[in-house]
């Protein structure tokens, strides 16, 4: 079974710009869960969705922003961006909603994203 | 609320030398515990988990976990440690609709 997959690996933005990653979760997989990983701050969530809604919700600015295909696919989009959004996003799927749950979730490689 | 305490960020071990990796945690309802690896320039991947029963959980790579309510902790133990397990461990805890992470412990295994 192919595992998690986030396209690009790596990226390259100058502030202000907005950038939109996106996440391919495991095959049968309906949950899509999304976090920033910095030094300075560990994991943090962002976001997890379900079935296409959003089912739970970190604290972020309204800048962060994502949604879910109908095939479970993902993308978060980020606006306007700020040197502090620099980070490895990540993205991970269950098969039920892992916010809560007792569901292992997946984690696909990652999306390295660098603010200038 | 709900935290996650992993009090070290860096723990070095000789190779073949046992670990323990510390993780602490506070919620107000029930929790379910997990510990999740990270090699370098990959994702996370799930090492084992504590959902109910036997308070000692073994997971894959000879790493075992032991949940104590009364404490509140879920440390992590490896009787002989590999070069192969240099990697950063992060502690989890998943509540009532929240999920946390705590900050993550770098595992230094040194020949």
């Known amino acids: 079974k192919a595992g998690v997959t986030q396209t690009p690996r790596y990226l390259i933005k100058t502030r202000g710009q907005q950038v939109t990653l996106s996440c391919s979760p495991i095959?049968?997989?309906?949950?899509v869960s999304w976090y920033q990983q910095t030094p300075g701050q560990g994991l943090q969530f962002l976001f997890e969705y379900f079935s296409e809604t959003q089912r739970n919700k970190g604290n972020f600015p309204g800048r962060f922003s994502g949604r879910q295909f109908s095939n479970s696919r993902s993308e978060m989009n980020v606006s306007t961006l700020e040197l502090g959004d620099s980070a490895l996003y990540l993205c991970?799927?269950?098969?039920?909603?892992?916010?809560?749950?007792?569901?292992?979730?997946?984690f696909g490689p990652g999306t390295r994203l660098t603010v200038l | 609320a709900q935290s996650v305490t992993q009090l070290d960020s860096q723990v070095p071990v000789f190779e073949e030398a046992p670990v323990e990796l510390r993780c602490n945690y506070s919620s107000s309802v029930s929790v379910y515990l997990f510990w999740y690896v990270q090699y370098p320039n990959q994702g996370l991947q799930l090492l084992l988990k504590?959902?109910?029963?036997?308070?000692l959980v073994k997971g894959i790579n000879g790493f075992e976990a032991e949940f104590n309510k009364s404490q509140t902790s879920f440390h992590l133990r490896k009787p002989s440690v590999h070069i192969s397990d240099t990697a950063e461990y992060f502690c989890?805890?998943?509540?009532?609709?929240?999920?946390?992470f705590g900050t993550g412990t770098k595992l230094q295994v040194i020949p």
């Open positions: 095959s049968g997989h309906r949950s």
């Open positions: 991970a799927s269950s098969f039920t909603i892992s916010s809560g749950g007792t569901d292992t979730q997946y």
């Open positions: 989890a805890v998943t509540g009532y609709q929240k999920v946390t």
């Open positions: 504590y959902l109910s029963g036997s308070t």
